[in-house]
């Protein structure tokens, strides 16, 4: 059963939401949250696999309550989804900082929001190509930062090729083709990368491929 919590000041968004999951046999809500410091008390309180947390909400938003959620070793295992009523708005690319793995539109298929609940309980990244291709966007108009040499420096070269082939919008199986390896072979490169970079998940890893220079937009 995957658990998850709600997290958006708007009670009809909520319970339209909640609806839809409970339909599900393998999901159910646990919680609701009409703001962020809630969401954070309630991810606390109930430990989800999942929370769908809006970024625009009174108290606290969804960044600083991503934030939270994503510093706390109680919640190692809660993935954050945020939500969304554009494609990519301004917030998103911060939230993604911040510790997300990823967002949904909020008027997204009933269909797809189902399967992008269990993606990101398995810890996958809900990054499409198409979200991949604007947050390379992003970096087209912001110089990229550059993180300290050392943390680059612990990954081996494998490992570097793979975290550039991830901010690129590949999935494992992708890059195991490029690398010419297994898929199994390849998890294990991004596996490691993510580790040894304090990467959450595959979306903080394509951001820090960009803000590291590992990968550089139009290239």
């Known amino acids: 059963m995957i658990r998850v919590l709600l997290a958006d000041d708007q009670a009809l968004i909520r319970a339209g939401f909640k609806a839809l999951i409970e339909a599900e046999e393998s999901i159910e809500v646990v919680g609701e949250a009409g703001d962020g410091r809630q969401a954070v008390a309630l991810a606390v309180e109930h430990l989800p696999d999942v929370v769908l947390l809006d970024i625009q909400m009174p108290v606290m938003d969804g960044i600083e309550a991503t934030r939270r959620i994503a510093a706390d070793p109680r919640l190692s295992d809660v993935h954050v989804v945020i939500l969304t009523n554009y494609g990519l708005d301004e917030y998103v690319f911060d939230a993604l900082q911040a510790g ?120």
């Open 100 to 219: 997300a793995g990823g967002f949904l539109l909020k008027d997204t298929d009933p269909a797809d929001l189902l399967h992008g609940i269990r993606v990101a309980a398995r810890g996958d990244a809900l990054l499409s190509p198409d979200i991949t291709r604007r947050l390379i966007g992003e970096f087209v108009s912001r110089p990229p930062l550059t993180l300290p040499p050392g943390e680059l420096g612990l990954l081996t070269e494998r490992e570097r090729e793979a975290v550039a082939l991830v901010g690129r919008g590949l999935s494992n199986d992708e890059i195991a083709v490029h690398m010419v390896v297994s898929p199994f072979t390849a998890k294990t490169h991004v596996s490691r990368a993510m580790t040894k970079l304090g990467a959450r998940d595959r979306a903080q890893l394509v951001v820090l491929a960009y803000e590291s220079g590992l990968v550089t937009p139009g290239r």
